[in-house]
């Protein structure tokens, strides 16, 4: 039997109304349960390593040829990372990754995201008159959570690495002291964010030397950052969130108007969570958890789509039904998520495939739900400007991580002394409810700001493991970080390989605003037509994240990384 749209949609609203009534309840519901375990016993025998920059990706190499593993290599294209493209990530601000060890094949999901201040205070994220001030929320120190990627990368190293995190900062140190040659993105980043950085006298003595941003290609020097990364080296945890680099962030955040303490720094902790696994057509996608929206979406577009043979199905009708899969998924994730130590989710039921029977079950196969007809979701939006590398090691070691500063620049806020260019994460935080962030879209309770609380996150690291590839795969992008993975994780199981997954043309629906993006050249003349027809609302959108791809194929141990073509080629690299 078949119902019309409006039917369904009553369907949802009790289904959601349902869920509503469930989430509410006092049930645990984030789960505590260890992290997973999946034994490969192959072993490729070499290293694949794609990232966003050519220097991150040979410091990785660097420290895999001096005898560390995936994780000490991680360190070292996260910290590279931090001197030679500060626009995206950073040890100012965060990460999340998802690990596989391949000696116990252990799964375990890294959350080193940033923190609110215990000091925090919604009100100094609204203006006099009570609308949200834009500008508190995403320059200068009270728009910079407690960062917790030097904290992450010493965990890596303590706990899964092989070589001590000085031996795998030490490419980080080198590059940030002797200098390297910047490229036109940076500048550009500078450029864009100059009037800001402006602002802040050590960021302007930063990236405005002379008062004009550095010049491509010529030497420019990060000694502030170098000392640092040298001083987390030698004394881990301690080395940053302590001591001569914890007070003078302390110190600067202050002097500049923020509300940090010493034991905020202090007190910061690295949280080891359970992945979110989803088994899809036989493969089992391994994935970001809360804080983190992103593999919950993933979960639930999967376990809708679970229900369909896209194979058989023409272009049109596989498109959207993967668009009116995300779009419930984005209306869910607006209202439930939040930091899983603050926030009752009802993962169970997100995550169930009972539930994405029931969403199934309000989707026409020819027509386009309005997402107005869908029960009303406060929305969020996690940020544009982020960065994603991947690291397959020689013994099967697998890291997939993501790491951000949040906007371009972050807050554009460099403590004095330190090098440190802080994040603007608060602004992840729903300020003030219901009201639009940055991106113009809106913030539910489940993310409102609270000491010591993480900001949700779109950030969404994910490995794929099927009975005879693996794949390593994860994007910047905001709120498209959630699409893009999710459609390079379909292009995998497709069967492309590193380069054609990164390079795929790309869509997204996030249910609020009501209209599908698209990447120039995803659809043809027929496509864009008949998805028109059925009432889907497409345009063109011109900046997609840069996607850094392992696989490794298990038949033949061959590994093959591949950067996004949008950006730079050639940045992926086995050896
Ligand atoms: N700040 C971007 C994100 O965490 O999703």
């Given at each position: 039997m078949t119902f019309p749209l409006n039917w369904r949609v009553a369907l949802l609203g009790l289904l959601l109304t349902t869920s509503a009534a469930y989430a509410a309840d006092?049930?645990?519901?984030?789960s505590p349960a260890a992290p997973s375990a999946h034994v490969i016993?192959?072993?490729?025998g070499h290293a694949g390593i794609a990232s966003a920059n050519f220097h991150a990706t040979e410091a990785g190499h660097e420290v895999l040829a001096k005898g560390g593993n995936a994780f000490d290599a991680a360190i070292a294209v996260a910290a590279t990372l931090s001197v030679v493209e500060p626009e995206s990530s950073g040890i100012g601000g965060g990460f999340m990754a998802v690990l596989h060890r391949a000696s116990d094949g252990r799964e375990v999901f890294i959350d080193a995201r940033e923190t609110a201040p215990a000091?925090?205070?919604?009100?100094?994220?609204?203006?006099?008159?009570?609308?949200?001030n834009r500008d508190t929320a995403l320059n200068g120190?009270?728009?910079?959570?407690?960062?917790?990627e030097a904290a992450g990368l010493a965990w890596l190293s303590t706990h899964?690495?092989?070589?001590?995190l000085k031996e795998s900062l030490a490419p980080a140190v080198r590059i940030a002291r002797d200098g390297f040659k910047p490229d036109g993105r940076l500048v550009n980043a500078i450029s864009e964010r100059a009037e800001d950085i402006r602002r802040w006298p050590a960021s302007a003595a930063k990236y405005l030397p002379d008062g004009k941003p550095p010049v491509v290609g010529e030497v420019w020097r990060d000694p502030d950052q170098a000392r640092t990364l040298e001083l987390l080296g030698e004394h881990g945890f301690d080395g940053f969130y302590r001591g001569e680099v914890g007070k003078k962030l302390v110190d600067a955040v202050r002097a500049a108007g923020g509300n940090w303490t010493a034991k905020d720094l202090e007190s910061y902790q690295v949280k080891e969570r359970t992945p979110i696994v989803v088994n899809y057509r036989g493969y089992r996608v391994v994935t970001a958890p809360p804080a983190s929206s992103g593999g919950v979406a993933v979960a639930e577009i999967l376990n809708i789509l679970?229900?369909?043979?896209?194979?058989?199905?023409?272009t049109v009708h596989r498109t959207h039904l993967v668009i009116e899969a995300m779009r419930r998924a984005f209306r869910d994730h607006n209202d439930y998520l939040g930091d899983p130590d603050f926030v009752k989710m009802p993962m169970d039921m997100l995550l169930s495939p009972y539930y994405a029977a029931g969403l199934r079950?309000?989707?026409?196969?020819?027509k386009a739900t309005p997402s107005s007809m869908l029960p009303v979701s406060a929305g969020t939006d996690p940020g544009m400007h982020t960065t994603h590398f991947s690291i397959i090691d020689k013994d099967g070691n697998i890291a997939s991580i993501t790491q951000t500063v949040n906007?371009?620049?972050?807050?554009?806020?460099v403590a004095a002394g330190t090098g440190v260019l802080l994040?603007?994460?608060?602004?992840?935080?729903?300020?003030?409810?219901?009201k639009p962030n940055v991106y113009g879209l809106l913030g539910s309770d489940a993310n409102a700001p609270a000491p010591g609380k993480r900001m949700l996150s779109s950030m969404t690291p994910s490995i794929v493991f099927g009975a005879d590839r693996v794949g390593v795969i994860g994007s910047p992008g905001g709120s498209t970080i959630i699409t893009q993975v999710l459609e390079g994780i379909l292009a995998f199981i497709d069967g492309k390989d590193a380069a054609g997954i990164a390079g795929q043309k790309r869509f997204h629906h996030?249910?609020?605003?009501?209209r599908v993006d698209v990447e120039s050249g995803t659809f043809d003349a027929a496509t864009t037509e008949g998805l028109t027809r059925m009432g889907h609302t497409l345009k063109e959108r011109s900046s997609w994240g840069f996607m850094n791809v392992v696989t490794w194929?298990?038949?033949?141990n061959k590994l093959d990384a591949a950067s996004d073509p949008r950006r730079e080629s050639g940045l992926g690299k086995v050896q």
């Amino acid at each position: 039997m078949t119902f019309p749209l409006n039917w369904r949609v009553a369907l949802l609203g009790l289904l959601l109304t349902t869920s509503a009534a469930y989430a509410a309840d006092s049930r645990p519901t984030s789960s505590p349960a260890a992290p997973s375990a999946h034994v490969i016993t192959e072993r490729p025998g070499h290293a694949g390593i794609a990232s966003a920059n050519f220097h991150a990706t040979e410091a990785g190499h660097e420290v895999l040829a001096k005898g560390g593993n995936a994780f000490d290599a991680a360190i070292a294209v996260a910290a590279t990372l931090s001197v030679v493209e500060p626009e995206s990530s950073g040890i100012g601000g965060g990460f999340m990754a998802v690990l596989h060890r391949a000696s116990d094949g252990r799964e375990v999901f890294i959350d080193a995201r940033e923190t609110a201040p215990a000091a925090v205070n919604a009100k100094d994220y609204l203006n006099k008159d009570g609308t949200p001030n834009r500008d508190t929320a995403l320059n200068g120190p009270l728009s910079a959570g407690i960062p917790g990627e030097a904290a992450g990368l010493a965990w890596l190293s303590t706990h899964y690495g092989k070589l001590p995190l000085k031996e795998s900062l030490a490419p980080a140190v080198r590059i940030a002291r002797d200098g390297f040659k910047p490229d036109g993105r940076l500048v550009n980043a500078i450029s864009e964010r100059a009037e800001d950085i402006r602002r802040w006298p050590a960021s302007a003595a930063k990236y405005l030397p002379d008062g004009k941003p550095p010049v491509v290609g010529e030497v420019w020097r990060d000694p502030d950052q170098a000392r640092t990364l040298e001083l987390l080296g030698e004394h881990g945890f301690d080395g940053f969130y302590r001591g001569e680099v914890g007070k003078k962030l302390v110190d600067a955040v202050r002097a500049a108007g923020g509300n940090w303490t010493a034991k905020d720094l202090e007190s910061y902790q690295v949280k080891e969570r359970t992945p979110i696994v989803v088994n899809y057509r036989g493969y089992r996608v391994v994935t970001a958890p809360p804080a983190s929206s992103g593999g919950v979406a993933v979960a639930e577009i999967l376990n809708i789509l679970s229900g369909y043979d896209l194979t058989k199905l023409d272009t049109v009708h596989r498109t959207h039904l993967v668009i009116e899969a995300m779009r419930r998924a984005f209306r869910d994730h607006n209202d439930y998520l939040g930091d899983p130590d603050f926030v009752k989710m009802p993962m169970d039921m997100l995550l169930s495939p009972y539930y994405a029977a029931g969403l199934r079950q309000t989707i026409l196969m020819d027509k386009a739900t309005p997402s107005s007809m869908l029960p009303v979701s406060a929305g969020t939006d996690p940020g544009m400007h982020t960065t994603h590398f991947s690291i397959i090691d020689k013994d099967g070691n697998i890291a997939s991580i993501t790491q951000t500063v949040n906007y371009t620049m972050g807050s554009t806020f460099v403590a004095a002394g330190t090098g440190v260019l802080l994040n603007d994460e608060m602004d992840d935080f729903a300020l003030v409810p219901n009201k639009p962030n940055v991106y113009g879209l809106l913030g539910s309770d489940a993310n409102a700001p609270a000491p010591g609380k993480r900001m949700l996150s779109s950030m969404t690291p994910s490995i794929v493991f099927g009975a005879d590839r693996v794949g390593v795969i994860g994007s910047p992008g905001g709120s498209t970080i959630i699409t893009q993975v999710l459609e390079g994780i379909l292009a995998f199981i497709d069967g492309k390989d590193a380069a054609g997954i990164a390079g795929q043309k790309r869509f997204h629906h996030q249910y609020m605003p009501d209209r599908v993006d698209v990447e120039s050249g995803t659809f043809d003349a027929a496509t864009t037509e008949g998805l028109t027809r059925m009432g889907h609302t497409l345009k063109e959108r011109s900046s997609w994240g840069f996607m850094n791809v392992v696989t490794w194929d298990l038949k033949n141990n061959k590994l093959d990384a591949a950067s996004d073509p949008r950006r730079e080629s050639g940045l992926g690299k086995v050896q």
